[in-house]
């Protein structure tokens, strides 16, 4: 039996059943015991067919046996009957519809029933569609409350809207085209498929479907959109029984909502705002009118392409609505209504925050998904601060690689040559052909942040090799490549990134190549007091890696963690100038016994290898001295390095740094893993003189104009008891990093700045915290440890040369696009009343006349009669203090932490010369000034008082 005759007997069956039993469809039949029920079903299926078009006295004998003889009177284009033998056909109809016997029928029941039974197998259950909300659009507003990002799921772009909210000539509008008899069919309507049918026989151009609104709401959300008998059968059978579980209005509200009608939105609700920029409920006749004809092709009829094709069909919907007296004549003028312009919705930038969106909704809002519905969320993100922050990550990663010589080129990011060429060949081109073609083009990395260039020219000569790239913006300048290797691999019409430098003096301007780099970053700016997240950039490009370091990823903190140890110091009594001693040290594994060998111990060493004797608490956090904070935890916090550092580790969690703190030495260093996140709201506790916002991205979420969750404005944690001197204290010291420490190459900020650097053994993981008075920016550099191993930055690739030289440009957009830059603020009212400003020495400790020298203002607490606190010499003696610097040491074994080796410093790797290159920055630890000799031992100290 023909292929093609046993799909169309199949749906016949289909069809006979849904029209003449649709209560009890059967969905299996049994190919031999129900042939002849089978063969009843078709000839029933044909008397109520000629009942419904009351053909009885119509000879089909003749009209067939006409068609038959006349080769012109089917078209041998339809494709769906290629092959078939309108023969077989006939007889067919004679033995089923006129219950003719016939000796050898070309229909074998046995294989229609097996293609039947295989087609309606598992069904979808219909009742799911009661009461279902599809998918829905929510949309991102940023701190502004202007439109950051959709989120929804493909194909899948709406926003629900009740059927009551639709007017009653849109929906008519709507019925009119699509399903005339849709209040009076049961889910099928014959006459729509015969008159599909005898149309797609006399004009096979277009095809027509003979679907009901109720098929098509099947078709959508049930059976699929395959163009097979397969998926025809199930939608029949789907659609009659979802006429028996759901209202017309609930169908009917299903289907309105569910249609795509161009523009990228799916729905009535998405479509009248793309396309007149006003909701469903305020939609007028004729664009109800408008948008129902784009139901039948939303490409083939599209008013922006297509406007004669959009207005006959606007035409005839028109008419049909008049014709039904749905619409008087006045009304049904066929004029195109005006639309808005079509923009479609295309980010560049925020990936990771809306991604981070949408995870946090889950967890402060109980919202599984922001699809379920529409919702409108309204973040904190500055989207000017956003694009400013991403382009300095991505700028600052790639420059690191160009600088240390790790670039690699993996060739261009297109190539538009195809391109080029059709546009030449279009004598209607009002542009140069590179430049339409290079607007038009969409690379891979959508959410970087340089500039795309096409090579015009690629030429060697006498005095070097020439390489032209043209701009979006038409602009044709010299590209630098870097390397000869790059300048040879390039073509005519491959697309790079570049950076332009504009014409400076003589110097012109010029587009540098940017290349993409394999190693990662994370970059954070949070608003001190309220916990805002102003911008998150979670890795050097979202459609690289959806991986969003800032809250994803835990990484050793190495040295900005080292904070933590000396507020623990500040809080038990110690002052910035209680000296320490910066010496070798050798601690016991915790709880080891006599027995312990030698290899469980802890001896941490500096970066320089040496050591510089006694020091003060500040200076040793401003120069970052491993050696010095070992001893300060053995020596300083309690009354053994085990204690000290349970003490650190309360803190820790205290901070909410951490759930549970790893109790072992090297943590003090920053041995433990940590969220970016986590960590620059400690420092914003520290800016806050210790109050720790909750870091968050969403201030509310409106669901149809109601607000279902508002974050608490109050959310702020007070660490260590609310001693705001002693944070304060601490927010000085890391002033002085940028002052006169490791983070010196930017001292020009530490008048509005304070923050950290930090890097990890090996130099695997490069940091940098910094705040102001109202932002705290965190800089991640590192490989991503996707195969378990840690890959090192390079030998000195210090957070101070690697993360350092990002916080500038994003503190200065801080300061321009969030608040204006202002001093770092003193102590509050309250830190004050424990506190007494003192002239000292920053490098000694010693009181020193005010304007004299290097005399620094120091903040001290005061004891509880009211005195200065005085701790200079509590943890080292006076006569210690005067042993002088210890020598250069080293150990055999590999260190820990922050702990490095000896070497002399190389400066950063520049790259050719025409590079220009960033500020070398000076290591961690390498610089520390020794401190002058004392001349007058027997100084009293309280004298001062």
């Not at 930090?758 to 991503?784: C, E, R």
Request: net charge neutral; aromatic share 8%; proline share 6%.
């Amino acid at each position: 039996m023909d292929s093609i005759l046993i799909k169309i007997f199949a749906t016949a069956l289909a069809f006979s059943q849904v029209t003449t039993r649709p209560d009890g469809v059967k969905t299996e039949f049994d190919e031999v015991r129900d042939r002849s029920e089978v063969a009843e079903l078709l000839g029933a299926g044909c008397a109520h067919m000629r009942k419904a078009f009351d053909i009885e006295d119509i000879n089909l004998d003749d009209l067939i046996a006409t068609a038959m003889d006349d080769k012109e009177a089917l078209s041998s284009e339809i494709k769906a009957l290629k092959g078939l033998k309108l023969a077989d056909l006939h007889v067919a109809y004679r033995q089923f519809c006129k219950v003719d016997k016939m000796e050898e029928s070309p229909v074998d029941l046995g294989q229609v029933i097996t293609f039947y039974n295989s087609a309606v197998k598992d069904l979808p259950d219909a009742v799911q569609l009661k009461h279902l909300k599809l998918p829905g659009t929510s949309v991102v507003l940023d701190s502004k409350s202007e439109r950051l990002a959709e989120i929804y799921v493909p194909n899948n772009r709406r926003i629900w809207v009740k059927l009551a909210d639709i007017p009653e000539a849109v929906r008519n509008a709507f019925v009119a085209a699509e399903d005339k008899r849709f209040f009076q069919h049961t889910g099928i309507d014959e006459r729509g498929l015969v008159r599909a049918f005898i149309g797609n026989f006399t004009h096979p151009g277009r095809p027509q479907g003979g679907s009901t609104i109720t098929q098509q709401v099947a078709k959508n959300l049930l059976v699929g959109n395959d163009i097979t008998y397969e998926r025809k059968l199930r939608e029949m059978i789907v659609a009659s029984r979802m006429e028996r579980a759901l209202t017309k209005a609930e169908i009917l509200e299903l289907y309105l909502n569910s249609i795509y009608l161009g523009r990228g939105a799916w729905g009535i609700e998405m479509a009248a705002r793309s396309y007149f920029g006003k909701p469903a409920k305020a939609l007028s006749a004729v664009e109800g009118a408008l948008l129902a004809g784009l139901a039948k092709g939303p490409n083939y009829f599209n008013p922006d392409h297509h406007p004669e094709r959009a207005r006959e069909r606007l035409a005839y919907v028109l008419g049909r609505m008049q014709g039904d007296a749905m619409i008087d004549a006045a009304a049904a003028e066929p004029v195109l209504p005006q639309l808005v312009e079509y923009r479609p919705t295309r980010r560049d930038f925020g990936f990771h925050f809306v991604d981070h969106i949408a995870r946090e909704a889950k967890v402060v809002a109980g919202l599984d998904t922001l699809t379920s519905s529409s919702y409108a969320v309204h973040s904190t993100v500055n989207s000017a601060l956003q694009r400013a922050v991403e382009a300095t990550l991505q700028e600052g990663l790639a420059r690191y690689e160009l600088n240390s010589g790790r670039y690699k080129f993996e060739g261009p990011e297109a190539n538009i040559s195809d391109a080029v060429r059709q546009i030449a060949a279009d004598l209607r081109a009002t542009e140069p052909a590179w430049l339409m073609a290079l607007k038009t083009t969409r690379l891979p990395l959508y959410d970087v942040h340089w500039e795309a260039a096409v090579v015009l020219e690629n030429t060697r000569g006498k005095r070097g090799d020439a390489i032209n790239v043209g701009l979006t913006d038409g602009r044709i300048l010299p590209l630098n490549t870097w390397s000869a290797a790059i300048r040879r691999g390039l073509k005519p019409y491959n697309v790079v990134y570049v950076q332009v430098s504009e014409a400076k003096g003589k110097q012109a301007a010029r587009a540098d190549l940017r290349i993409r780099p394999t190693v990662q970053g994370a970059a954070l700016v949070l608003e001190n007091e309220t916990g805002r997240i102003l911008a998150m950039a979670g890795g050097f490009s979202y459609s690289a890696s959806q991986l969003n370091r800032v809250v994803q990823s835990l990484r050793q903190p190495g040295s900005t963690l080292k904070p933590l140890t000396y507020l623990a110091a500040l809080r038990k009594g110690l002052q910035p100038n209680t000296l320490v001693m910066d010496e070798p040290i050798t601690l016991a594994p915790i709880g080891a016994t006599s027995s312990a060998r030698q290899r469980g111990f802890w001896s941490p060493r500096n970066y320089d290898g040496g050591a510089s004797g006694a020091i003060t608490l500040r200076r040793a956090l401003e120069n970052s001295r491993n050696l010095a904070t070992a001893q300060l935890l053995a020596t300083g916090l309690d009354d053994s390095a085990e204690h000290g550092l349970d003490r650190v580790c309360e803190l820790a969690m205290e901070a909410q740094l951490y759930k549970e703190c790893m109790r072992y030495y090297p943590f003090v260093l920053g041995a433990q893993t940590v969220r970016l996140i986590d960590l620059a709201a400690f420092y914003a506790a520290i800016a806050n003189e210790g109050a720790r916002p909750q870091p968050h991205a969403i201030e509310t979420i409106e669901q149809d104009g109601r607000a279902i969750y508002r974050h608490d404005p109050r959310a702020v944690d007070w660490i260590g008891l609310a001693d705001r001197a002693s944070f304060y204290q601490l927010k000085s010291m890391l002033q002085g990093v940028l002052a006169r420490g490791t983070a010196q190459a930017a001292k020009h900020l530490s008048p509005y700045a304070g923050g950290k650097t930090g890097t990890t053994d090996n130099w695997a993981d490069a940091w940098f915290v910094g705040f102001t008075n109202d932002v705290t920016v965190a800089i991640w550099v590192g490989y991503d440890n996707g195969d378990g191993e840690r890959r090192t930055l390079g030998r000195g690739q210090t957070g101070a040369k690697v993360a350092l030289p990002m916080f500038e440009p994003i503190v200065q957009a801080a300061w321009e696009l969030h608040a204006p830059r202002t001093a770092l603020n003193g102590p509050s009212r309250e830190a004050m009343h424990q506190l007494v400003a003192l002239s000292i020495d920053p490098y000694t400790g010693d009181p020193a006349p005010a304007g004299s020298g290097r005399a620094f203002t120091e903040y001290f607490k005061r004891d509880p009669s009211g005195r200065t606190n005085d701790t200079q010499f509590r943890i080292v003696s006076r006569a210690e203090s005067y042993a002088g610097p210890f020598q250069q040491w080293s150990y055999d074994n590999h260190p820990y932490g922050d702990n490095r080796p000896p070497f002399p410093f190389p400066a950063w790797r520049l790259g050719p010369r025409e590079y220009p290159s960033w500020r070398g920055y000076p290591d961690d630890e390498d610089r520390l000034p020794q401190p002058p000799r004392r001349v007058d031992p027997d100084y009293f100290w309280r004298r001062l008082n």
